[in-house]
């Protein structure tokens, strides 16, 4: 399995970007995807997640000013990141938790994907 994260870059205070994350591969069965970021000298956190249910969970500094989404048909998610503030920026990474036909569980990460907010 592998994922290909793409839509980061430059952004001035107050814009907006769409991150996507396609996977690809021996997809048996995603049950969640998730966005993550890392800004420099910071630890990875998340910033949002989406369970194949459709629930979803946002660390509380985007709550409102991001939105995760999924096309199941595309196995591809998103990012929608409008009011994006200097604090944002970080390099993304998109992952997901993934299932095999025999009950495997395992995650998957994507490369990354650079988030510059700036004037």
């Known amino acids: 399995v592998q994922l290909q994260a793409s839509g980061g870059g430059l952004v001035q205070p107050g814009g907006s970007l769409r991150l996507s994350c396609a996977a690809s591969?021996?997809?048996?069965?995603?049950?969640?995807m998730g966005w993550y970021r890392q800004a420099p000298g910071n630890q990875r956190e998340l910033v949002a997640s989406?369970?194949?249910?459709?629930?979803?969970n946002y660390d509380d500094s985007v709550k409102g000013r991001f939105t995760i989404s999924k096309d199941n048909a595309e196995n591809t998610f998103y990012l929608q990141m409008n009011s994006l503030k200097p604090e944002d920026t970080a390099v993304y990474f998109c992952k997901i938790n993934h299932i095999t036909r025999r009950g495997t569980r395992s995650e998957y990460w994507g490369q990354g994907t650079l988030v510059t907010v700036s004037s």
């Open positions: 989406i369970r194949s249910s459709g629930s979803t």
């Open positions: 591969g021996s997809i048996f069965s995603i049950y969640a």
